[in-house]
Every structure is written in C-alpha cells, then in structure tokens.
C-alpha cells in the first residue's frame, strides 16, 4: 500500500488557532504502531511525524516545485524518545 494511502483505522485531526501571540496547532494521530525517524534528525521525515511549512509572503507560484527564499519548513517527530522539532527550510532573512 502506498505511504500516502490511511490504513482502515488510522485517523488524523488538526486545529489551528491565532492570537496575537501566535500561532497555536494541535494534532491528534491515530494508528497502529509506530514508525520512528531516522538515524538523526535531518531524516525524521523517514518516520511517523509532521511536515509543516509557512509561506510567509503568500507568493507561491500555481504548479510551483519547492520553497522561495522566505519560505519555512518544520519536521516534528520522536527523536530519542522526545518530541523534537527540526528547521529544515529557513528564509535568507532569518
């Protein structure tokens, strides 16, 4: 079966929520086992966990491959037992 293709049972849900403190997301995954990252963190992507990523200037091009230089991207996975968050695409700016 395809990675991109929920098994019968697994569920996902998302929320989303802004103030002007920032921005607030919450996730709730459900699904037999689990699969860990990799053997570092620059491959967590490898495993179970989360992509994320922000344009920031709302420019992206329609049937665009990749980020723009101000774009951001975060992995969110289990690394050694703990929750761990990984940049993985920052703007030239930052």
């Given at each position: 079966m395809?990675?991109?293709?929920?098994?019968?049972?697994?569920?996902?849900?998302?929320?989303?929520?802004?103030?002007?403190?920032?921005?607030?997301?919450?996730?709730?995954?459900?699904?037999?086992?689990?699969?860990?990252g990799?053997?570092?963190?620059?491959?967590?992507?490898?495993?179970?966990?989360?992509?994320?990523?922000?344009?920031?200037m709302?420019?992206?091009?329609?049937?665009?491959?990749?980020?723009?230089?101000?774009?951001?991207?975060?992995?969110?996975?289990?690394?050694?037992?703990?929750?761990?968050?990984?940049?993985?695409?920052?703007?030239?700016?930052?």
């Amino acid at each position: 079966m395809p990675a991109n293709e929920p098994k019968s049972g697994d569920a996902l849900e998302v929320r989303l929520a802004w103030n002007r403190s920032g921005l607030m997301m919450r996730a709730v995954v459900e699904k037999d086992g689990f699969h860990p990252g990799g053997e570092n963190v620059m491959k967590l992507w490898k495993g179970d966990g989360l992509q994320i990523a922000f344009d920031t200037m709302k420019n992206a091009q329609k049937m665009a491959i990749g980020y723009d230089d101000e774009d951001f991207e975060y992995d969110l996975a289990m690394f050694n037992g703990r929750p761990t968050v990984f940049r993985r695409k920052a703007s030239l700016a930052w």
